[in-house]
Structure formats: C-alpha cells, structure tokens
C-alpha cells in the first residue's frame, strides 16, 4: 500500500507523486512500469521512496485515480520483471 504525496497539473495532465513503502520501493525505476489500483502506468521519477506519475484526463476519468487527493491510500503492484531480477540477484 502505498501514499499519495501531492498532485499538480502538468500541461494537459495532472502529475501525482507516491511514497512506496520500504520493501516496494527499491523495485520501482524511471520509465519502469507499476500498477497502481489496478491501472498500469509509466513511472516519471524516482527519488528515494517516491515515484511520479502522469495521469491524461481520460485516465483520471474512468479510472478511480481521478479521485485520489494527498494522504489517499492506494494499492501498488510493482512490475513482475522488477521481481525477476530482484530473485535472480538474490541466487548469484
């Protein structure tokens, strides 16, 4: 579970920053792939335990990331290669 931090707009999006927590976060990359509530989206930015992401206007439309404010909970599901690697580094 992770946490909305802050959301911006940003030109014709709204850019929302996450704090993952600690055993997530290590797995999340720029340009990497996370499901958040469900709804894969292309992670921005990194920085310690945040990540940001860009939600286009119909995304926040039909989708429930349309409703999130600061301090809402969201579930996150990290890329399954991120997974792989991570087991693979643990076995050499």
């Not at 707009?9 to 720029?30: Q, T, V, W």
């Not at 301090?71 to 990290?78: A, F, M, R, T, Y």
């Amino acid at each position: 579970v992770g946490e909305v931090v802050s959301i911006m707009p940003e030109g014709g999006s709204r850019r929302i920053l996450f704090r993952a927590p600690a055993p997530l976060h290590r797995f999340i990359a720029p340009k990497g792939s996370i499901a958040i509530e469900g709804v894969s989206l292309t992670v921005n930015e990194v920085e310690d335990e945040t990540f940001g992401v860009n939600i286009i206007p119909h995304t926040g439309e039909v989708t429930t990331l349309g409703r999130l404010e600061p301090g809402s909970k969201v579930n996150l599901e990290i890329d399954v290669l991120a997974r792989y690697v991570a087991r693979w580094q643990e076995t050499v």
